[in-house]
């Protein structure tokens, strides 16, 4: 059974900077893209960034790039989102996806698997 399971969401001001990460299990595919989605209120989700295993397909959307860096640790299955410089329009529910294959992909259909999502909130 794959699990993907998030943590390190919260309320923060803007400025400030917050992790999040996600550790998957349940399957044993060599190949695959650990991505972040967001979802604001009334609003579809979002590509965030992504990273295929070797690191080598990496891709940001341009409104976090420079503030956003995300990262893999294979030997854990876990991704990171380390988000600094937060905005009030980060704020959102942060979901953790899985595609099975070597290239990043910005549409969210594209993914096999999802985690329950983290809320992020940025006050202003």
């Known amino acids: 059974q794959v699990q993907l399971v998030e943590s390190g969401g919260g309320l923060v001001q803007a400025g400030d900077s917050l992790r999040v990460s996600c550790t998957a299990s349940?399957?044993?595919?060599?190949?695959?893209?650990m991505a972040w989605f967001r979802q604001a209120p009334g609003k579809e989700r979002d590509f965030v960034a992504g990273?295929?295993?070797?690191?080598?397909?990496?891709s940001y959307t341009d409104s976090v790039k420079g503030r956003f860096t995300i990262s893999r640790d294979n030997a854990k299955s876990t991704v990171y989102l380390q988000m600094n410089n937060l905005k009030p329009e980060d704020t959102a529910v942060y979901y953790c996806?899985?595609?099975?294959?070597?290239?990043?992909?910005?549409?969210?259909?594209?993914?096999?698997?999802w985690g329950q999502g983290t809320q992020v909130t940025v006050s202003s």
């Open positions: 996806a899985v595609l099975f294959g070597p290239v990043v992909r910005s549409t969210w259909r594209s993914y096999n698997f």
């Open positions: 349940g399957f044993t595919s060599s190949s695959y893209v």
């Open positions: 990273m295929s295993r070797g690191g080598g397909s990496t």
